[in-house]
């Protein structure tokens, strides 16, 4: 039998969870904006019973570590933290900016993503990936905090076709811009957390509670 797997993000604006069980992802999602400790535990409840899943059938519990809302991230980080202390199970955290890559890649199959959410009211959150031949998306090392006025200028110096997806595009025009594909505006889904999760399974790449972390971005420039 296939691990059973439980993914969890609250890193913006949604709370989605997601089962992986019997080589199925089965998902919830829900927009939350600030109500995520209230909704978070019931949407868990529900998709454990709409799978038949129960807390001691978990083999993994992932979550996305952000960058995102620190407060509402945290929620996460302490419901994974709680399960894997209690169940003896790893937890996976995956960034936020790279689950929001793999949706754009299940919605659009693009394999060039810049990734970008609202961050302070100046700044954004901004990340490069790349999927590779071998599915691997490459860009971690992009990720940082990158003040607005910043954008267009470095968008004006990739090369290539690109999609942008993320929330924080919606202010700033890219008309001009030609190697740009298309701009989507969406949240992560905890979904897009399970193929993360089964490649860190099968690389035996995985944390226990107290190598936990959230993922802090600091200025680019």
Not at 11 to 37: N, P
Request: charged content about 25%; glycine content about 2%.
């Amino acid at each position: 039998m296939s691990n059973i797997i439980l993914a969890i993000d609250s890193s913006i604006d949604c709370c989605s969870v997601a089962i992986y069980k019997k080589k199925h992802i089965y998902s919830l999602s829900e927009k939350c904006e600030k109500k995520h400790t209230k909704r978070i535990l019931p949407i868990i409840q529900k998709i454990l019973f709409q799978t038949q899943t129960e807390f001691k059938e978990l083999d993994y519990v992932c979550f996305a570590k952000g960058p995102g809302n620190f407060t509402s991230i945290r929620i996460a980080a302490s419901i994974v933290q709680s399960l894997s202390l209690s169940l003896n199970i790893p937890i996976i955290s995956i960034s936020t900016l790279a689950i929001m890559a793999e949706k754009a890649w299940r919605k659009y199959q693009k394999k060039q993503i810049i990734v970008a959410i609202n961050a302070k009211k100046k700044e954004i959150y901004w990340a490069k990936y790349i999927r590779n031949k071998e599915s691997i998306w490459i860009g971690g090392h992009t990720e940082c905090l990158m003040k607005k006025k910043l954008i267009i200028n470095e968008i004006n110096n990739l090369k290539n076709e690109w999609i942008l997806v993320g929330n924080a595009f919606k202010l700033i025009e890219f008309e001009n811009i030609s190697h740009i594909n298309q701009t989507k505006i969406f949240f992560p889904n905890a979904k897009d957390i399970i193929p993360f999760a089964l490649l860190k399974i099968k690389n035996k790449k995985l944390l226990f509670s107290k190598e936990n972390s959230i993922n802090y971005l600091y200025n680019k420039f």
